[in-house]
């Protein structure tokens, strides 16, 4: 079956400390992205990227980076510089000209203390 | 103005009831918007496009009144299993053309 996945479900993480979210697709997609979601907040665009070796700052970029070395695989590291990590990210995917169509991973709850 | 703003909620309604949530968004010139599900602790889903003819699709109807700029989502016949989060959600208005803003979502609780 074709989809995202994301991994892990939960992590844990002291403060101070960089992590790194997985995020895989094998829908084909040229597209790729990755939220955060916050209580009482939409989703925020964090990073995404419309190809290969490629990639844009989204809205709430501080404190993140992302790498696209292969078309399936979109990860993005959670650095010690962001202020507030403790978040629900979620990863997605599109085909370049159907962005609104936007198929997203199980998300990874992130909580740092 | 928040490019896209709904109303949060919760709408506590019985089953079989029909239930209407609005989006409002600040963009003139967007042409299309969308609306997705997120059921509890969960991934959103497209469930529909919002054109300017508006979208049909069984029990759920998505229209778009452009002059006081709001599209809306109705459900007639409300089930239990309907019960989740609804995101409107609207292209971004940052010239970027792959960027989507979404709402905060609208709660749907059905009541048995």
């Known amino acids: 079956d074709g989809g995202i996945t994301q991994s892990p479900k939960y992590l844990f993480r002291k403060e101070g400390q960089n992590v790194t979210l997985s995020c895989e697709q094998n829908?084909?997609?040229?597209?790729m992205y990755w939220y955060r979601q916050d209580p009482g907040q939409g989703l925020r665009l964090i990073y995404y990227s419309q190809i290969v070796n490629d990639f844009q700052k989204g809205d709430i970029a501080e404190g993140y980076s992302v790498s696209r070395e292969k078309k399936e695989s979109f990860p993005l590291t959670v650095t010690s510089a962001q202020k507030n990590p403790t978040a629900f990210y979620l990863c997605?995917?599109?085909?370049?000209?159907?962005?609104?169509?936007?198929?997203f991973g199980p998300g990874t709850r992130l909580t740092v203390t | 103005r928040k490019e896209v703003e709904q109303d949060p909620g919760p709408f506590n309604v019985p089953e079989g009831a029909t239930v209407a949530f609005n989006c409002t968004y600040s963009?003139?010139?967007?042409?299309?918007f969308f609306w997705y599900r997120q059921d509890c602790r969960k991934e959103p889903k497209l469930l529909m496009s919002v054109y300017s003819s508006g979208n049909e699709d069984g029990r759920f109807t998505a229209q778009l009144n452009r002059a006081s700029q709001y599209i809306s989502l109705l459900i007639r016949d409300s089930k239990l299993s309907d019960s989740a989060t609804y995101l409107c959600?609207?292209?971004?208005?940052?010239?970027?053309?792959?960027?989507?803003?979404f709402g905060t979502g609208t709660l749907l609780a059905v009541q048995p």
């Open positions: 959600v609207a292209p971004s208005t940052s010239g970027a053309t792959n960027k989507l803003i």
């Open positions: 997605a995917s599109s085909k370049v000209l159907k962005t609104y169509e936007q198929y």
């Open positions: 829908l084909n997609h040229d597209a």
């Open positions: 963009n003139s010139a967007s042409q299309s």
